[in-house]
């Protein structure tokens, strides 16, 4: 026991002083504090300069009105978009091709051309260089439509005012139900979701790739030759997988800490900082959700961490290492890719089965805890499938390290390492 100790120091130790883990663990936090700041900063600030738009108005009707509608105003006051209108005197397309050159010189970012028969139903046209500003396009049709619907129904004799009254949108709030009750919810359960499983999915990667790239440079050095003339390569491989498993929970203690205070002061640095956002918050997050992080991350990382050493202790260069350890990294993505599909559906049947594969479990079912809290069976279920499959994975892959470590030279094909698991 002593050794497999001085071997967890010694990783620990050696980890934990170096610049990248410091930097890591400090960037670690901002980056999340970024995941939730850009977004709303984002949704909430203006974007560009005043722009002029071109309107075709063959109607004659439309365009002084929507002038008045197109009020969206800068951050200095300025109107956002300027109209301007352009009679249709002559031939339609030959209007167009001027103004498409406007466009290209910068004269104007975009025309409109609003059909003589718009009020009966026509289509209006917009072109501009790029028209992937969806605020933008979203705001001119807004501007339209509520000008074209007044003069429909003033032509059918009745009051827009009053209509308008009638045809208010409702207000439509989101709210989670807890134990503790029902909060408001405004998209905060999904970011929370979002970034606890990113971050469980970077650190398990990043940490069995560590593992990966330790047993080979210690092979590829011969270090380990001398290493295992002390000790046994079972003590070495457990001493390793727990040095580094130290490191981990040690980062997780530090981001865990900054992420009670993210949860919990949050609403109100948002709104110091952008009083527009003041309606966003995120939610509180349960104790519960921190346990069960901590608890997948050590599951999940066990289950990895022996199959990445298992790995390191078969190749002789990372290059052979990134071929064979491709499956493994599958494994991790393919949780990533069903995210969306358990999140909309935590609780059907699909969702439910996937949570349980152990390779998909560390990932999958944290995010079911996060979204809606599973059974208690369904947790228990996938955190006994996974120490049961971690357990044959500790077995497998220490057969193959006990005897791979010490082999060099060309890569061993599967019946040789089939054959290393059933030596005594």
């Known amino acids: 026991m002593s050794k497999i100790l001085a071997v967890i120091k010694r990783e620990y130790l050696q980890i934990v002083r170096t610049k990248s883990f410091i930097l890591g663990t400090v960037l670690g936090p901002v980056i999340m504090g970024l995941f939730i700041f850009i977004p709303v900063l984002v949704s909430v600030m203006s974007v560009g300069d005043q722009e002029r738009i071109g309107v075709i108005d063959a109607s004659r009707e439309i365009y002084q009105e929507l002038a008045e509608r197109m009020d969206f105003k800068l951050k200095d006051g300025r109107l956002k978009y300027v109209l301007e209108d352009y009679r249709l005197t002559a031939d339609l397309e030959q209007l167009k091709d001027t103004l498409n050159q406007k466009v290209l010189a910068g004269d104007i970012s975009g025309y409109m051309v609003i059909p003589e028969n718009i009020i009966e139903g026509g289509t209006i046209e917009f072109a501009a260089e790029h028209v992937s ?13 509520t ?126 900082f952008l009083p527009q956002a003041s309606g966003f918050k995120i939610p509180s997050i349960p104790v519960y959700v921190f346990v069960y992080f901590v608890v997948f991350f050590i599951l999940g990382y066990f289950l990895f961490s022996t199959l990445y050493a298992a790995i390191g202790s078969t190749v002789n260069s990372e290059k052979e290492a990134q071929q064979l350890g491709t499956p493994l990294t599958m494994m991790l993505v393919i949780p990533i890719l069903l995210m969306m599909f358990v999140m909309r559906s935590p609780d059907s049947t699909l969702s439910i089965v996937l949570s349980l594969i ?55 094909s599967l019946p040789e390492i089939i054959k290393w698991v059933k030596y005594k």
């Open 133 to 145: 500003d969806f605020d933008k396009i979203s705001s001119i049709n807004k501007a339209l439509n």
């Open 147 to 272: 000008v074209i619907i007044e003069k429909r129904l003033k032509k059918a004799g009745l009051e827009p005012g009053e209509v308008s009254k009638y045809m208010e949108e409702v207000r439509f709030v989101t709210q989670k139900v807890t134990k503790k009750g029902v909060e408001e919810d405004t998209g905060g359960t999904f970011i929370v979701s979002y970034i606890l499983v990113l971050i469980l999915y970077m650190t398990l990667i990043f940490y069995g790739q560590l593992i990966l790239r330790g047993v080979i440079e210690e092979k590829s050095s011969r270090v380990v030759e001398v290493v295992l003339s002390s000790l046994k390569p079972s003590q070495l491989m457990a001493g390793k997988i727990l040095g580094i498993a130290a490191v981990g929970l040690t980062q997780y203690l530090i981001w865990a800490v900054f992420g009670v205070a993210l949860s919990s002061y949050s609403s109100s640095l948002v709104s110091s």
């Open 358 to 412: 152990p390779f998909f479990s560390p990932i999958l079912m944290l995010l079911r805890i996060c979204v809606l809290l599973p059974p208690f069976i369904e947790i228990l279920g996938s955190i006994v499938l996974l120490i049961v499959t971690t357990v044959g994975m500790i077995w497998f892959a220490g057969k193959i390290y006990r005897v791979g470590l010490l082999m060099y030279g060309k890569r061993p």
